[in-house]
């Protein structure tokens, strides 16, 4: 049978973004949706947590990448985030190292040091307005630079802080930051079992994906909470009484991520046939999983939309894809544990030292990260 969905072929390249459209088609049409493109491709968008399931784990040697890698590849020509094949198993083994639990317990000081200096400035900052988006972004790239790669002078690495647009301009200063990362590496700053080309595509990827993911659900979060000031006080009454555990905490970052998971969709290409149970996909069909809307279904969480990190005390069993911000199968987020403890520290530390408000309404800017639109600006209050 052939799924539902909009009539019109659609020029993807034209949307100005993708998140209003694929909301729109699922109210419209239910958990699978057909669509056509312009230059006569096949196209399917997935909501429910079975089927993406189905498409990023049980069946994920049938899909490669899909639309949109053409963008990061301006960005990065190879690395995990567009690799495929043998190529993406040497760069996911070059970087596995670098986040397991052992590796990261490494430098849990490291990133608490760089929380407390965030929030050493935020304090003495208050009754102003700061910039969180810039904030939280250098905060990242420290704790990427600094923390991960262990290389104290960012140098030029540190101005992406600052670099809020993703425009062309943005891709070529981007790119000519090779060379300066090949350097760090003759210098042996920087070191690995890769070729040395494919240890400057394995940095360039780290800072790319590693820092505004992490910043971008930082803002999120201070913005979820100035939005929701009882539990913001939940959460501080929790800091004062200790630092052990926080149980609260780690359900309000839970609770963000589901609701803005930093990358919201996740596209892949049909190898070859398949089937979304009575749909029939054709090979070389582009199949979207907004995780957007996987992680707000309407059968899997009551009331999806709700800020509520107390859903998390609910001891009943989930499908596995129902809460899966990080994405499952091979090609999960190999740097999930460091972007918790990221995080964890930043919250903990900040939440303890002010409270923070928007200026002004907080929007979304669903690109390739689920990014607050422009730069947000929040006064500061010491706590």
Same mark, same amino acid.
């Given at each position: ?8 072929? @659609? ?34 968008? @997935? &909501?429910?947590?079975? +089927? ?54 490494? #430098? ?9 200096? &965030? ?26 630079? !600094?923390?991960? +790669? ?23 200063? *981007?790119?000519?930051?090779?060379? @300066? ?31 505004? &993911?992490?910043?971008?659900? /930082? ?28 149980? *609260?905490?780690?359900?309000? #970052?839970?609770?963000? /991520? ?16 398949? %089937? *979304? ?40 069993? %989930? ?6 911000? *990080? ?18 520290? !930043? ?20 690109? @390739? ?15």
């Amino acid at each position: 049978m052939t799924a539902p969905g909009p009539r019109e072929p @659609i020029e993807l390249d034209a949307l100005p973004e993708l998140l209003t459209p694929l909301r729109r088609w699922a109210a419209d049409h239910g958990d699978v949706v057909r669509f056509t493109t312009t230059d006569g491709g096949e196209g399917y968008s @997935i &909501t429910s947590p079975e +089927l993406a399931e189905h498409v990023l784990r049980r069946n994920a040697r049938n899909y490669v990448r899909g639309h949109g890698v053409d963008r990061v590849r301006l960005l990065v020509r190879g690395g995990m985030l567009v690799a495929e094949g043998e190529a993406w198993l040497r760069h996911r083994a070059l970087a596995r190292p670098l986040f397991q639990r052992d590796a990261l317990a490494g #430098i849990v000081d490291r990133i608490r040091g760089e929380a407390v200096a &965030t929030a050493g400035a935020w304090a003495a900052a208050s009754g102003t307005a700061i910039d969180v988006t810039a904030g939280t972004s250098a905060f990242a790239l420290r704790c990427i630079v !600094h923390g991960l +790669l262990g290389v104290r002078d960012a140098g030029p690495l540190g101005e992406l802080a600052n670099d809020a647009a993703r425009d062309l301009g943005f891709a070529r200063r *981007f790119r000519a930051l090779r060379p @300066i990362v090949g350097a760090m590496i003759d210098r042996g700053e920087v070191s690995g079992d890769g070729t040395r080309d494919e240890l400057v595509d394995h940095v360039l990827t780290l800072v790319l994906a590693g820092h505004e &993911t992490t910043a971008s659900t /930082l803002v999120w979060i201070w913005t979820l909470l100035a939005a929701h000031p009882a539990v913001e006080a939940r959460l501080h009454a929790e800091l004062a009484a200790g630092p052990v555990g926080l149980p *609260f905490l780690d359900r309000v #970052i839970a609770e963000a /991520l589901r609701l803005y998971p930093a990358v919201w969709l996740l596209t892949r290409r049909a190898l070859g046939p398949d %089937r *979304f149970g009575d749909v029939e996909v054709a090979a070389g069909a582009q199949v979207f999983v907004p995780l957007y809307l996987v992680l707000r279904h309407p059968a899997h969480w009551p009331d999806p939309d709700a800020f509520d990190p107390d859903r998390f005390l609910d001891p009943a069993p %989930r499908h596995p894809l129902a809460y899966a911000p *990080f994405g499952v199968g091979p090609r999960s987020c190999v740097g999930e544990h460091l972007a918790r403890l990221e995080l964890r520290e !930043h919250v903990a530390a900040v939440a303890a030292r002010v409270a923070l408000r928007p200026t002004a309404p907080v929007e979304l800017d669903p690109q @390739i990260n689920l990014r607050p639109r422009g730069p947000v600006t929040m006064t500061v209050r010491a706590r």
